[in-house]
């Protein structure tokens, strides 16, 4: 069974951390310590475990931009469980938070290969973002709320 939590303990955040360097800079040559960023006090986070293996398998954030937009960045899902409802989990996890907190619009920076995902659950590309690590393209997203 997969279940949504915040990373609260020293171990939590540790592995919260290793998912996202491992999906999200590890592949590129990146160093460890470049997935931590600056305002991480300031964003809400959520980490997806499995409770059979007690792994976590997902891990997301978002920041408050304005008081009604929400940002979503560093979604990593671990490979293995990609395509099996974790990223949805995380998504709907952090837009239930947006809507609790008065946001009425999330916005993203998506990767070229999520695209199709995050279409599939409502957000659409409003203009090309930028190349990350010189091969990577990412597309900015939206999707508005309702209530």
Not at 65 to 70: A, K, M, R, S
Not at 88 to 93: A, P, S, T
Request: with cysteine.
């Amino acid at each position: 069974m997969l279940i949504v939590k915040i990373p609260s303990t020293a171990q939590e955040w540790e592995q919260y951390y290793n998912l996202r360097f491992t999906v999200l800079r590890e592949p590129w040559g990146q160093l460890k310590g470049s997935e931590v960023l600056k305002d991480e006090d300031q964003a809400d986070h959520a980490m997806i475990v499995d409770s059979e293996t007690d792994e976590i398998v997902g891990v997301a954030r978002m920041q408050t931009n304005t008081p009604t937009q929400g940002q979503v960045r560093c979604v990593a899902v671990s490979p293995d469980v990609q395509g099996k409802g974790v990223g949805k989990l995380l998504m709907k996890y952090l837009e239930d938070v947006a809507k609790e907190k008065g946001i009425k619009e999330i916005i993203l920076d998506a990767r070229e290969n999520a695209v199709k995902f995050y279409q599939s659950i409502g957000y659409t590309i409003f203009e090309d973002s930028y190349l990350l690590f010189g091969e990577i393209q990412h597309y900015k997203m939206r999707k508005e709320l309702s209530k």
